[in-house]
């Protein structure tokens, strides 16, 4: 008895950690930022956001340069507002790519 009590045991503790494992790794791939608060944040239009940074392209960054100018705002104000790229980022200071 005493065995299928260790074994029930350690079977609940197994499913524990697998649960925990997946529930941890269904986050999926890191997403890009809330256009709707960068929007806020800045004091312009979402759709003005969007429109000024174009599609996205698989592994290129947007032109920040191109789009803060037509949005009338800083380049610096605008790489603040959207925050760090997902995955953390990659190249020099502030994830820009040298």
């Keep these: 008895m005493k065995k ?3 074994c029930a045991a350690a079977v609940a503790m197994a499913l524990s950690i697998g649960t925990a494992i997946a529930a941890s790794s269904d986050q999926g791939p890191p997403r890009g930022p809330n256009f709707a608060e960068v929007a806020e944040t ?3 239009a979402e759709q003005d956001l969007i429109d000024a940074l174009g599609e996205p392209v698989q592994g290129e960054r947007p032109d920040f340069a191109t789009a803060a100018a037509a949005l009338g705002i800083s380049e610096q104000d605008l790489m603040d507002a959207m925050g760090p ?3 953390g980022g990659q190249g020099g200071p502030g994830g820009q790519s040298n």
């Design 4 to 6: 299928i009590t260790a």
């Design 42 to 44: 800045l004091g312009i």
């Design 85 to 87: 790229p997902p995955g």
